[in-house]
């Protein structure tokens, strides 16, 4: 990695993908400046777990704030000017969306406006925000393209990313604000989300508990491996969006923009069964599971599957970890951090 950027804001900075990527930022010399509520959606003994070891590093200061405080997000960037704003902090999960949508409008709505609004006041150079999958919602057109539509979501989680990127759009068009959307495809890995399924699969196995499958065990998921999503993450942000001269109003491409505007999927371009994956977890663990089968829950998309052929060419992007070391590296990391 080219270090084009030295100074970078993270939102979410405590959560899965935003340590994730802070932690490999630091390493590489780049100072951080941590974003985190540290709210509690899930176990907030994980989220401090993951301070710490950012903390270990000299280049690393972090703020406990909530995105829609908007007068102590610009006194963060009054007080930084950041190269670079990467927002991964959001109002996480489907499920979840259905019970308390205000918290999506909240942090996922509200809080992004107050990172757009202060990119554009102090000059950023490139915003990069998490989108996802979610988007594509009722569309069952496989494997997901940035070419096709993703106008009918399925919960108000989807609905509020997709928000993000509408938004995102306006300031790229109003004031030559880069800015670059991901929509990432189910990560999974180390410091994993305790509310996301292998978790709670490995969590319920280990102590012989039977395991909520959805949809009768028919979904299908691209699932990619956070190292790879965090390669990804990357390579983009230091690549500012450009302003697509080909783009035809008539005939407008939904993933690029005449602003400097653009989406991007990141996932690992292999569909997964559902099954096959909770498989491949009971051979690592040595335990077959008690299965609970369950009827499709409302908002879930039955199906995804990432083509991410516009950040491979663009970005020369190529997830390379397999199903199999992903699940024994988060179940490694597991045992070891539960002392199992």
Not at 27 to 39: A, P, W
Not at 93 to 112: E, L, T
Not at 218 to 234: L, P, S
């Amino acid at each position: 990695m080219n270090n084009k950027f030295t100074k970078i804001i993270v939102t979410g900075s405590a959560g899965f993908i935003g340590y994730s990527l802070c932690a490999k930022l630091l390493e590489k010399g780049i100072e951080i400046f941590g974003v985190d509520n540290h709210n509690d959606y899930y176990d907030t003994r994980i989220k401090y777990a993951r301070l710490k070891k950012l903390e270990a590093y000299k280049n690393y200061k972090h703020y406990k704030l909530d995105l829609c405080d908007d007068v102590g997000i610009e006194s963060i960037f009054k007080q930084n000017n950041p190269s670079v704003v990467v927002n991964l902090a959001a109002q996480a999960g489907v499920r979840y969306s259905i019970k308390n949508p205000k918290a999506y409008i909240n942090s996922n709505i509200v809080g992004f406006s107050n990172i757009l609004e202060n990119c554009r006041n102090y000059k950023t150079k490139h915003l990069v925000y998490a989108s996802t999958s979610s988007v594509y919602g009722a569309n069952t057109s496989i494997p997901f393209s940035e070419n096709d539509s993703a106008n009918h979501p399925l919960s108000v989680y989807a609905a509020s990313k997709k928000s993000n990127e509408l938004m995102a759009h306006a300031y790229s068009h109003l004031f030559q604000l880069p800015t670059t959307g991901l929509r990432f495809f189910t990560v999974y890995g180390p410091w994993g989300r305790p509310d996301m399924a292998l978790f709670k699969f490995t969590e319920a196995i280990l102590q012989d508990q039977p395991i909520d499958v959805f949809n009768f065990g028919k979904h299908t998921r691209d699932f990619t491996y956070i190292d790879d999503i965090v390669d990804g993450i990357i390579k983009v942000l230091n690549n500012p969006s450009k302003s697509n001269l080909d783009w035809d109003g008539n005939k407008p491409d939904p993933k690029s923009s005449k602003a400097p505007w653009s989406i991007y999927n990141i996932g690992n371009n292999k569909r997964v069964q559902l099954m096959d994956y909770i498989q491949v977890l009971e051979k690592i663990l040595g335990k077959k599971a008690k299965i609970n089968y369950l009827p499709l829950q409302p908002g879930d998309v039955p199906d995804t599957y990432s083509s991410s052929e516009n950040l491979q060419v663009k970005f020369n992007y190529k997830p390379s970890t397999l199903v199999i070391d992903g699940v024994s590296k988060f179940v490694k990391w597991y045992k070891d951090y539960y002392q199992k």
